[in-house]
């Protein structure tokens, strides 16, 4: 997302939050992809989705998946273009937005089935929070702009509120990031930002804070429909704040979601073992290039 750094600026003081413990439904949406392993002609990977309820001070959860996909150069598209036309009736053609690639396409179709079970909950609950995991930024071919407007339209047609937590963040204030700033405040409070200005066709659908909701280090990217009027999205986030344990600042059910989509390494091989004998698939074990070139120095691409 690029935005002028120069233009962004916090609204202060920030706004103090005092927990409201009137009984409100929490909802919380994760996804995660993983690669179960390479076969000669592509990538074999996993998608598997939870969606976690706090209603009635008890947490209820759904897990999807599963969902095991072969993906190769040959059927790619193919793939996406099915996934994207059963779960938003838009097939990927009509769109203006760029094709994956075979490295994209694991990380799109997690998204997809991401934003369907957001817009799905949207749709099923009333008066309820709905936490996502991310920002709402749209405009990218993961999150078109249309999509994201119609699933807040849908929870705000049923007074329900999104909020979106970030655990990482680009934004950066006097060249610090925004969620690494000390404001000498006790928490719960809410430090508002202001001056956003994306680069179009990027676009920023929230209102944007930086969220310190409880005693500890870490403090979060929040971003609140916009559409809410302002003093409601402070009310909504007293409410989750009386509603829902906090660790870290971070909401539990949303923690739970992101737990219950998670793979473990036991799911891994077992997934590996049904792949090969139930489909015949072949997973190649290819050499590691770095241990090759460069012996006890050569860590991976993903090490320091």
């Keep these: 997302m690029e935005i002028n750094p120069q233009s962004i600026r916090f609204k202060m003081p920030p706004k103090t939050l005092k927990p409201v413990h009137q009984e409100t439904t929490v909802a919380a949406i994760d996804t995660s992809v993983i690669k179960i392993g390479e076969t000669s002609t592509g990538t074999l990977i996993a998608v598997r989705g939870a969606n976690v309820l706090k209603h ?27 996934l994207q036309k059963a779960y938003f009736d838009s097939p990927l053609s009509l769109n203006h937005y760029s094709l994956p690639s075979l490295q994209q396409t694991p990380t799109r179709i997690a998204n997809l089935l991401e934003r369907w079970l957001q817009s799905i909950t949207a749709k099923a609950l009333s008066n309820a929070l709905i936490l996502f995991d991310g920002s709402l930024t749209a405009g990218t071919p993961d999150t078109p702009i249309p999509l994201m407007k119609q699933i807040l339209a849908d929870a705000r047609k049923r007074y329900n509120i999104v909020l979106a937590f970030s655990k990482m963040t680009n ?10 700033l000390q404001v000498g405040n006790k928490p719960p409070y809410l430090l508002e930002m202001d001056g956003l200005k994306p680069k179009p066709p990027i676009t920023v659908l929230g209102d944007v804070y930086v969220a310190k909701l409880a005693h500890g280090n870490c403090a979060f990217r929040l971003d609140i429909d916009r559409e ?7 009310q909504s986030v007293e ?8 660790s870290q600042s971070y909401p539990e059910t949303l923690r739970l979601a992101h737990i219950f989509c998670t793979f473990t390494a036991n799911e891994v091989i077992a997934m590996q073992h049904f792949a090969t004998r139930q489909y015949g698939l072949k997973i190649l074990n290819r050499p590691d290039m770095h241990s090759l070139l460069f012996g006890p120095f050569g860590k991976g691409e993903y090490h320091s």
């Design 56 to 82: 009635n001070k008890h947490y209820k959860y759904t897990r999807l998946g599963p969902f095991i996909f072969h993906i190769t150069e040959e059927n790619k598209h193919e793939v996406y273009n099915t």
């Design 171 to 180: 934004l950066r204030v006097n060249g610090h990031v925004i969620t690494e």
């Design 228 to 234: 809410v009027p302002s003093e409601q999205q402070i």
């Design 239 to 246: 409410k989750l704040i009386g509603n829902d344990p906090l």
